[in-house]
């Protein structure tokens, strides 16, 4: 089975400050992770994903990522926040099975930046 | 333009009533997808399709109907719509065979809002 928990549903931080917006995953075999960002009134977008090629995985608009096995986490982050940021953010795990692509969404974090 | 669209954006229908949901991309995906979102679930899977006339079940299945005739085609139908299928539906697709097999990586269209009273 596969999942993943998105720690806090609202998240808000001031213009300037560290973004941190955490999943945790839980697989069976190693994973696929992504994080995906949904502007509202818009679908989702891919901000980055994590395939097994580097632990520190970077994204669109200076987020990032690092892959921790031994905490089964992929928290996303940036350094510093723009008001722009604000958005619903998505964490996913995704593997073949049966040849399909499985996918499960977390519940999202809705972000608030704070001018 | 290239890339995945839906029609209509906003939707109004009464309780059971049939209403279809269109799902359109250019880019020859293999796989599509229908997702439901709604507050505290999230994205939740209610159909799939590797390939046209292959389609399965998601998680959420119950009350709707899929097809898939052409490739760049996938349409969502709601037989006989209930006030709990209010909410706002995702198509979404993706090809596992770029970037060798290892991206998975999914495009969403700009979703449906339903209301159904």
């Known amino acids: 089975a596969q999942s993943v928990t998105q720690l806090g549903s609202h998240v808000s931080v001031s213009e300037g400050a560290l973004v941190l917006l955490r999943c945790n995953y839980s697989?069976?075999?190693?994973?696929?992770l992504f994080w995906y960002v949904q502007y509202p009134n818009q679908g989702l977008q891919l901000l980055l994903k994590?395939?097994?090629?580097?632990?520190l995985v970077k994204g669109i608009n200076g987020f990032e990522a690092e892959f921790k096995k031994s905490e089964t986490s992929f928290h996303l982050t940036k350094p510093s926040a723009h008001m722009s940021d604000a958005a619903e953010y998505f964490c996913a795990v995704s593997r073949s099975s049966g040849g399909y692509q499985k996918v499960t969404f977390g519940i999202g974090t809705k972000l608030q930046v704070i001018p | 333009d290239a890339g995945i669209t839906q029609s209509p954006r906003y939707k109004i229908t009464e309780t059971g009533r049939q209403v279809t949901l269109m799902c359109h991309q250019t880019w020859s995906h293999s796989y599509m997808f229908w997702y439901r979102q709604d507050l505290g679930h999230g994205l939740r899977l209610i159909y799939y399709s590797a390939a046209a006339d292959i389609t399965d079940k998601g998680e959420v299945p119950d009350g709707y109907v899929v097809s898939r005739s052409k490739t760049e085609n996938f349409p969502l139908t709601l037989e006989s719509a209930t006030r709990s299928q209010t909410s706002v539906y995702f198509c979404?697709?993706?090809?596992?065979?770029?970037?060798?097999?290892?991206?998975?990586?999914?495009?969403f269209g700009p979703g449906t809002r339903l209301t159904v009273t």
């Open positions: 979404a697709s993706s090809d596992p065979g770029l970037a060798g097999g290892l991206s998975h990586e999914q495009y």
């Open positions: 994590y395939t097994s090629a580097a632990t």
């Open positions: 697989s069976s075999v190693p994973p696929y």
